[in-house]
């Protein structure tokens, strides 16, 4: 089960930052990811973190603005978003992925509920 926290309304030019609480195990071998569906849209990577290695990969729109982190001891993976604009606004989902790093939904197996993003003066 995955749980996104931490979504809310925010001034362009703010910051959130989203967390999801994984129960369960999750391997080293195995990777988190974040996503976001903006209404009428399809839904669009953002963000995934290799468990063992930390290592992120980030999308490049996003890039310089968004950050992935993972805390293993919690069992919890991070989204710190700075200078926010309103066209971030969307649902944001974690998900959990059995492969090393994955970009592609269809390569998650889990999915958190989502949780709210909206950028707005």
């Known amino acids: 089960q995955l749980v996104e926290s931490g979504g809310g309304f925010v001034q362009p030019g703010g910051s959130l930052s989203l967390s999801c609480a994984i129960s369960?195990?999750?391997?080293?071998?195995?990777?988190m990811g974040w996503f976001r569906q903006a209404p009428g849209k399809e839904r669009e990577f953002l963000a995934s973190?290799?468990?063992?290695?930390?290592?992120?990969n980030v999308r490049d729109s996003v890039k310089g603005r968004f950050t992935i982190s993972r805390d293993n001891a919690k069992n919890t993976v991070l989204l710190q978003m700075n200078s926010l604009k309103p066209e971030d606004t969307a649902i944001y989902y974690c998900?959990?992925?059995?492969?090393?790093?994955?970009?592609?939904?269809?390569?998650?197996?889990?999915w958190g509920q989502g949780t709210q993003v909206t950028v707005s003066s």
């Open positions: 973190i290799n468990w063992g290695l930390g290592t992120p």
């Open positions: 369960g195990p999750i391997f080293s071998s195995e990777s």
């Open positions: 998900a959990y992925s059995h492969y090393a790093t994955a970009t592609k939904d269809s390569r998650y197996a889990y």
